[in-house]
């Protein structure tokens, strides 16, 4: 099987309020379960930024529909990746919040245009280590 790794951020449209927002993490859990995708998905209260890993024509899929939600606006993919990773870098998919500032500043890193952008994937990774993931 080919391996894509796909991370995109996204800000939430409106308001969702707490139902909203775990119907979103519990329908990415399951979505993702049943599509054989593993990642994480972190949101700071107003934005998303989510990896996405798995076969190839089903990590597309999921993007196309993200894509489509209403409830994300501003989608930026920040990482496409095919074919290169020989193992996921995530083995469960899980999701959970992350500190705003830590957020900004992993924007502010994506597009700074001295950064290495064979290291958006590390970047992440970091973030989530400092995430409250469930």
């Known amino acids: 099987m080919e ?3 796909y991370i995109y951020l ?13 119907q979103i993490m519990r329908r990415s859990r399951e979505n993702n379960s049943q ?12 934005s998303f930024v989510q990896l996405l890993e798995g076969p190839v024509e089903q990590v597309q899929a999921m993007v196309a529909l993200i894509r489509a939600d209403p409830r994300h606006v501003d989608f930026t993919p920040v990482f496409d990746m ?4 020989t193992a996921r870098s995530c083995l469960v998919w899980s999701n959970g919040y992350v500190d705003s ?14 950064a290495d952008p064979s290291r958006l994937l590390e970047r992440f990774l970091a973030l989530l280590a400092a995430a409250d993931v469930n």
């Open 3 to 5: 391996l894509r790794q």
């Open 82 to 85: 095919l074919g290169v990773a």
């Open 35 to 46: 599509r054989g995708l593993t990642g994480a998905l972190l949101f700071d209260g107003e």
């Open 101 to 114: 500032q830590a957020l900004d500043t992993y924007r502010a890193q994506l597009f700074d245009s001295s």
């Open 10 to 22: 996204s800000r939430l449209s409106g308001s969702v309020g707490d139902a909203g927002l775990r």
